[in-house]
């Protein structure tokens, strides 16, 4: 063999040794850090040395939860982090404090800022909200509660796989982000606990969710102002309050709703189906270009619901019209059964009222027979069977 091809080989062995070291990312293990999985022994300190070493590599990293219960308090993750490819690998499951109070206060548990290039794969977050919801069953004073898992001005974001268990208010919230993608989500709490949406969007682009089972007391996704550019599917809701764009009309001034698709979500036993809530206050917001398609509703009891004159328990209600304008809102093939004889109620604004309504293929009953509709400032038109009557 000649020197130069000996050459060569030394050089190509040396660029493939090269290119593995480089592409081999770093692991920062809890247990390793000094985290103990017990459920008890606080591992915050070891969660935020993982991070920071994460944050401060110059490969890409991963954060690993061993099996176990790991005990974290509220955590801030954001800050100086040069670092766009974070991978936290969950095995085991980590704990919010018991005592409701210690985070109770402080919005949020775990709390992503500024972040971009981030995964969550795997795992178990524990919110521990039960206390909470009993306190406030009970009305007492107790704490606003925090979200669990919170992504604020963040990019690039992906979750998968992730169950999130008993949060003490939202599970997931998506506020100011662009580019994110959750899969595989699981997300279980009492059908009697108060406020805790699965998923919350607000202030976003590009957000994805797919293949997730969502069980609450709120609203299974919500969807706030300023969120664009959303794709729901193949999602089981319930129970809980269904699928709601809104409520919005908050603010005399707020960013409006738009580009929504929900498509392929089964609604079991959920107060509502498809919907979406608004003030009935002046607003600049609006919706539009959304889009409810291939749902199964199973004893829902508002399966099609636009309600502009929203006041949950009626109390201190605007008494005003609604200034967020609807259109452009489709809904295809829905159907399934209605646990109430009124099947589809749109409630528009007499201000601004709904229009371009499209009702193609829908077949909602009530105890077997045809449910009924109801249609207020609603315009639009049905195409296909449409079962109720259309009333656009």
Request: glycine share 10%; aromatic share 6%.
């Amino acid at each position: 063999m000649s020197s130069n091809t000996c050459t060569m080989l030394l050089v190509a062995f040396l660029l493939i040794l090269l290119k593995n070291t480089i592409a081999k990312p770093v692991t920062f293990d809890l247990i390793e850090l000094g985290a103990k999985p017990d459920g008890e022994t606080d591992s915050t300190e070891s969660f935020l040395s993982a991070w920071t070493g994460a944050c401060d590599s110059v490969k890409s990293a991963v954060i690993y939860v061993p099996r176990g219960r790991f005990l974290v308090q509220r955590v801030y993750l954001g800050g100086k982090c040069r670092n766009n490819k974070i991978l936290i690998r969950i095995d085991g499951v980590l704990v919010a404090p018991a005592d409701f109070r210690v985070a109770g206060n402080a919005s949020n548990w775990l709390d992503f800022h500024g972040v971009d290039g981030v995964t969550i794969s795997g795992g178990i977050l524990d919110g521990q909200g039960t206390g909470l919801w009993d306190c406030k069953l009970a009305g007492e004073n107790c704490p606003v509660g925090a979200a669990t898992l919170t992504f604020t001005n963040s990019k690039n974001i992906v979750v998968s796989g992730l169950t999130s268990l008993n949060s003490q208010l939202f599970h997931i919230v998506v506020n100011g982000c662009q580019n994110v993608k959750m899969k595989g989500i699981k997300i279980l709490a009492s059908g009697k606990s108060p406020n805790t949406d699965g998923i919350h969007v607000q202030f976003s682009s590009n957000v994805t969710i797919l293949n997730s089972k969502i069980s609450t007391g709120d609203d299974c996704i919500s969807i706030s102002a300023g969120t664009t550019d959303l794709w729901i599917e193949k999602v089981v809701c319930g129970p809980g309050h269904g699928i709601s764009i809104g409520s919005l009309g908050r603010d005399l001034t707020e960013a409006g709703v738009q580009n929504v698709t929900v498509k392929t979500v089964t609604f079991k036993g959920t107060t509502n189906g498809a919907r979406i809530k608004t003030w009935g206050r002046p607003s600049s917001g609006f919706v539009r270009n959304v889009l409810f398609q291939h749902i199964t509703m199973i004893n829902v009891q508002n399966p099609l619901i636009i309600d502009q004159n929203y006041c949950p328990y009626n109390k201190d209600c605007p008494g005003q019209f609604s200034g967020v304008k609807i259109r452009d809102v489709t809904y295809e093939d829905i159907h399934g059964t209605s646990a109430t004889a009124v099947a589809v109620k749109f409630d528009c604004s007499k201000m601004n009222p709904c229009d371009d309504i499209r009702l193609e293929k829908v077949n909602l009953t009530y105890k077997n027979e045809a449910a009924a509709a109801y249609c207020v400032n609603a315009a639009g038109t049905a195409s296909g069977m449409v079962v109720p009557t259309s009333c656009l």
